[in-house]
């Protein structure tokens, strides 16, 4: 117990040190703060001029960068105004570059106007974007003036497709037109073509030219900048046209000219349209495109206008002759007119793109059409015209009437048109992509030229000869559509009828024209039942013949075979082989029956006062003077 008592005395002690200290400690601390808060107030002052001081030195700081920026862009000022004094012919890109920087002073002065100076650097620099606008459009006009040149044929030339460039006799002569006529162009090649658009300006110069563009538009000048850019490019294009041989004309003038001149025109009118669409209003385009890159409207306002007058002068030639009095020989240089504006439709629609161009391409379109329905007018014409052609002068030989060789070689043309006939026919939902109008079309064609040469073979007065013509005429449309593409459209029931047609008037032929002379040679009539004039034994199968009426068949057969002969070689059979084939004809029912007749009636006249003038021919002799036979040539036995 004594123990504890003693160890708590001990705690209690020592609990006391502690709190002794504690206190001590406590009002030392007190002491220190009093002394730093002393401290504190002592530094104020010197804190608040330490402040003052930097915030000065900041603001001393951003004035003198302020003015540095100030200063440096007056610099800048000086340095442009310079270039623009100096004006654009000695260096064209510091000139821009002058400009533009001082469009960069404009937006800065224009942005921080609390500068005292602002109002007037920017009253100076406005000064001088309008000397430099003025400048400029002085320099955009006399740069496209230098640099807007005609195009000269033989540079269009090199241009074209290899097949379509005019040949180097042709480019010495001073020819300006490529090769061929309206029909001369191989189609599939011209569709498939590689055409190069020429450079209508050197491609260096067009960036500068464009920079222009960008500023002028950049300072509200798009009209003098179009103005200024149509004017000289429709005069280059409208020059080159003239150059290449283009000419205005009215339509007037153009439905007066003479047939002959007028197919060469068209031929030319062709070429035009193909280099005017592929080369020089593709190249106006892409120039277009390229120095108004800034402003899609005003690269079509300006093509639109470069481009509308030479469009027009081109169209117009075409409405002309869409619009002249139809005729047949019309109908091929309306279908390759038709072809041309059906090939170039598509670089038309993408070429005159945009608004400001609807107009023109509707023009073209409506072109196409006017020359559809003309063409398609003309063909319906064509077969009216055939089956009331009226002319009277037939041949007096029986050979291929010239309407016939005219409508077959018609028809061979309108075959080359095939795929352009096609395209035609579904313009007007008349073909639905078979090929189906074409040969109907064609057959009624046939049909009429049928019909027309029926009436026309009425005229002859001898029915052999008739037949002769009308053999002759339908051997040549047979044998003309066996060689050419339209016996796959007409087919082979369509030929094998019309060579049965001509079989027939073969077999009318032989009939009506000899059947009198094969009657001499008949042995009906000749007997007699008895008088002077009989025959004796000797005779053989004459027995009972009479001498005299023998005599006389001989006689009545020389007669008429010499009268057909004489006539029948003035007859023509242009075919050799259905010339041939008649002869043979003949040959097979004539030669038999004189064989026969002069073997049993010959004996007869043998013994008789002047025999030869009775059996003045052999059978041998009679085959030769078959062979003289449809040559159309007079001859005499």
Known sequence: MEGLAQRAALLRESLGRSQA?????????????????????????????????????????????????????????????????????????????????????????????????????????????????????????????????????????????????????????????????????????????????????????????????????????????????????????ESSLKNLGVEKLSKDEVQKMPWEILESKIGNWIHFMRIAVKLLFAGERQLCDQVFECSQSLRDKCFSAITKNSLATLLSFGEAIAMSKRSPEKLFVLLDMYEIMCELQTEIDTIFVGESCSQMRDSALSLTKCLAQTAQKTFSDFEEAVEKDATKNIHTDGTVHPLTSYVINYVKFLFDYQSTLKQLFQEFKREDGSGSELASVTMSIMQALQNNLDAKAK???????????????????????????????????????????????????????????????????????????????????????????????????????EEIYQKQCGWSVPDSELRESLRLAVAEILLPAYRSFQKRFGPLIENSKAPGKYVKHTPEQLELFLGNLFEGKQERP
């Open 459 to 561: 005229q002859y007065k001898d029915p052999a000869l008739m037949h002769i013509f009308l053999m002759n005429n339908i051997h040549y449309i047979v044998k003309s559509v066996r060689r050419s593409e339209a016996k796959d459209l007409l087919g082979d029931d369509w030929i094998q009828r019309h060579r049965r047609i001509v079989q027939q008037n073969a077999n009318q032929y032989r009939r009506v024209a000899w059947s009198k002379v094969l009657q001499c040679l008949s042995g009906q009539g000749l007997t007699s039942s008895g008088g002077s004039g009989q025959v004796g034994s000797e005779g053989g199968n004459s027995s009972g013949a009479s001498r005299t009426a023998v005599k006389e068949r001989f006689r009545s057969f020389n007669m008429q075979f």
């Open 21 to 237: 200290a504690t206190d001590a400690v406590v009002s030392i601390l007190g002491s220190f703060d009093s002394r730093l808060s002393a401290l504190d107030a002592a530094m104020r002052p010197i804190q608040l001029r330490t402040h003052a001081v930097r915030t000065a030195h900041e603001n001393i700081d951003r004035t003198l960068r302020s003015a540095d920026v100030i200063l440096t862009q007056f610099d800048r000022t000086r340095e442009a105004e310079r270039e623009i004094q100096k004006g654009p012919n000695e260096n064209l890109q510091g000139f821009l570059d002058a400009v533009d920087r001082l469009r960069s002073i404009e937006r800065f002065f224009s942005s921080n106007r609390s500068y005292s100076s602002s109002d007037r650097v920017l009253s100076h620099v406005n000064g001088l974007l309008s000397k430099a606008l003025v400048k400029m459009e002085g320099e955009f006009q006399n740069q496209l003036t230098q640099r807007s040149k005609p195009m000269e044929p033989d540079r269009l030339f090199d241009c074209l497709p290899s097949t379509l460039r005019p040949s180097a006799e042709s480019r010495s002569e001073g020819g300006k037109h490529p090769p061929g006529g309206p029909q001369s162009d191989n189609h599939e090649t011209a569709e498939a073509a590689v055409y190069k658009p020429p450079a209508l300006i050197e491609p260096k110069f067009v960036p500068l030219l464009a920079k222009l563009a960008q500023q002028l538009v950049q300072a509200g000048c798009q009209q003098q900048c179009a103005e200024i850019y149509s004017e000289a490019r429709a005069s280059a294009l």
